[in-house]
């Protein structure tokens, strides 16, 4: 990844911790459409009121029979109609735009006067931050553009999905986020700088249904030692219920889904035991460990972690045999990883001394012992942060993990292990 072009950074996720007085930059507003020209014509009219005009608004069509009437200065793009491709859209309104921060709306997804100011307000001074506000709903069927969306839609409000206010209470507006962040970021109202934006490759057009999209790059941005801020204080009012409150059938759900586990590595959203999408942890084994050694620590951690991926060198490899999870020491850690557990003396234990490990890092320390020095854990989002900014003060260390796992001892043999005895 570049270097950052511009801002600070913070340590951990305190992005209420960003300096003041950051420069303005250049705004665009990417609007996605389909078919709703009543509430576009709302939305662009609450943009033209806007504390802090956006420099641009692109409205982004994806596929209307029509092509939608925009008010003179407001810059239209179309894709063709082929099923829902709402990341693919939000992609091409980049392209047709130039401010240096991004917020992204839906056409019925109508701002509040302060919306903008408040949304750039923190991209401007920590440009790796992804922030989303606050989506009210309400039934605005019948209101004027020119009505004002700050007083009709209190009048009109529907229920807000009380999971998602219950998440971002409970994490202080994702202050306290972690790695299950990504499931309380919506695309309908977000904001990013362009040059994150371009680190991260913008929203994966493989989705192309309902769903799903804003997640995933919200979880791609959190890996790569980025911050997620809520502002609640940003609103946007949606024209009729959340998602959740609609009839939406099984097949759809599953989809969506399924869409989210093939491309996250996070618990919460990926698969728990199939070996499909990306692996959290990426552990790598020292060239230098025994046969023996090498084969009850594998075995040990993935009976435990089965979706890990396991680094050998190529003797290693071929000792233990086709498996889907070894890879070669030598290959590059991948992206979407979390953590990097570096292995240089064996270890072994039951499930819950693996998941204890694993569960220690809690996003405060860049790197923690493990077993006396005989491994570390790495968190490698924030390493990564560190690396962009090369300020090593945002990957700090940490204490020693406490952990029941036992280290390797010459008494240890395979039999032992799989017998249940080793260590005994």
Same mark, same amino acid.
């Given at each position: ?5 511009? +801002? ?5 996720? %305190? ?14 507003? /990417? ?45 239209? /793009? ?11 859209? %939000?992609? @091409?309104?980049?392209?047709?735009? #130039? ?15 302060? @919306? ?32 004002? &969306?700050?007083?009709? +839609? ?28 990504? %499931?309380?970021?919506?695309? !309908? ?31 791609? !941005? ?41 491309? #996250? ?17 990426? &552990? ?5 460990? $025994? ?11 993935? !009976? ?8 050998? $060198? ?5 000792? /233990? ?20 557990? &570096? ?19 809690? $996003? ?36 020693? /993990? &406490? #952990? ?10 395979? !039999? ?9």
């Amino acid at each position: 990844m570049s270097a950052p072009p511009y +801002g600070a950074s913070v340590t951990g996720n %305190r992005w209420d911790q960003a300096p003041s007085g950051a420069s303005r930059r250049t705004v665009s507003v /990417v609007v996605a459409h389909y078919e709703q020209q009543a509430q576009l014509d709302r939305t662009l009219a609450a943009l033209a009121r806007q504390t802090r005009p956006p420099d641009e608004v692109v409205v982004a069509d994806d596929g209307s029979e029509v092509p939608p009437v925009l008010p003179a200065g407001v810059v239209l /793009v179309r894709q063709a109609d082929d099923g829902f491709r709402a990341a693919a859209v %939000r992609n @091409l309104g980049v392209a047709a735009s #130039t401010g240096e921060v991004l917020v992204f709306l839906d056409a019925d997804t109508t701002p509040e006067p302060h @919306l903008v100011e408040r949304m750039v307000a923190l991209p401007e001074a920590l440009p790796e931050v992804l922030v989303v506000g606050r989506r009210r709903h309400a039934d605005l069927t019948g209101t004027s553009p020119d009505d004002a &969306v700050e007083e009709v +839609g209190p009048l009109r409000e529907l229920d807000e999905p009380e999971w998602l206010r219950s998440a971002y209470a409970a994490s202080r507006d994702l202050l306290d986020a972690d790695g299950s962040g990504h %499931r309380f970021v919506i695309g !309908a109202v977000l904001a990013c700088s362009r040059w994150w934006y371009d680190e991260l490759g913008g929203f994966d057009e493989t989705f192309r249904a309902y769903g799903g999209e804003d997640w995933e790059l919200a979880h791609r !941005a959190w890996t790569a030692g980025g911050l997620l801020a809520h502002r609640r204080d940003a609103v946007a009012w949606h024209d009729g219920p959340d998602a959740a409150a609609r009839a939406r059938g099984a097949d759809q759900l599953l989809a969506e889904t399924t869409s989210v586990a093939d491309r #996250t590595s996070a618990p919460g959203t990926t698969w728990r035991g199939l070996l499909r999408g990306p692996a959290d942890l990426v &552990v790598t084994l020292d060239p230098g460990l $025994g046969d023996t050694e090498l084969m009850v620590t594998v075995d040990s951690l993935l !009976a435990a972690l089965p979706r890990a991926v396991v680094r050998v $060198g190529e003797r290693h490899r071929i000792l /233990v045999g086709h498996d889907p999870r070894v890879a070669r020491a030598e290959d590059e850690l991948p992206a979407t990883a979390r953590l990097h557990l &570096v292995v240089r003396r064996g270890l072994f234990g039951d499930v819950q001394g693996w998941a204890e490990l694993v569960r220690e890092m809690d $996003g405060t320390a860049a790197t923690r012992e493990v077993a006396g020095g005989g491994a570390e854990l790495q968190d490698l989002r924030l390493l990564r942060r560190a690396a962009r900014w090369d300020r090593p003060d945002l990957a700090p260390s940490g204490p020693p /993990v &406490v #952990t029941r796992l036992q280290q390797w001892s010459d008494g240890v043999t395979l !039999a032992s292990w799989l017998g249940g005895w080793a260590g005994a």
